[in-house]
């Protein structure tokens, strides 16, 4: 089991916004799961990669494609780096690694 962090790359986000981001979308995603597959995925080192997409749209066409697992987007409140209501980051998961590799195995990593 694993989940996905899918961050936009085309944002000027210092490291420690993106982290945050990345952060608050884990635990939304997390939040949306079932809690058997919270506690296994637990249980099993909470294994989490995040991969990068180049735009909104690009994020936006694989988080809606998914329909059978966790997912969460998170969108900036603007007090800091970004304006408000900029979408920085989805999640898939937590949910077996196959299931979410349908969707994201084309991605890279983010770096």
């Known amino acids: 089991m694993k989940q996905v962090i899918i961050m936009r790359d085309d944002l000027d986000m210092s490291r420690g916004?993106?982290?945050a981001q990345g952060s608050h979308v884990?635990?939304?995603a997390t939040?949306?799961?079932d809690q058997s597959d919270v506690d296994q995925w637990i249980e099993n080192g909470g294994k989490k990669i995040t991969?990068?997409?180049?735009s909104e749209d690009e994020l936006l066409d694989i988080i809606t494609q998914v329909d059978d697992l966790p997912t969460a987007k998170i969108r900036d409140l603007g007090y800091t780096e970004?304006?408000?209501?900029t979408?920085?980051?989805?999640a898939i998961g937590p949910a077996e690694e196959d299931e979410i590799?349908?969707?994201t195995g084309h991605l890279s990593l983010y770096k």
């Open 87 to 90: 979408l920085t980051a989805g």
């Open 101 to 103: 590799d349908n969707y």
């Open 26 to 28: 884990s635990v939304l």
């Open 17 to 19: 916004k993106a982290v």
């Open 31 to 33: 939040q949306n799961a």
């Open 82 to 85: 970004l304006e408000a209501n």
């Open 51 to 54: 991969l990068r997409v180049s």
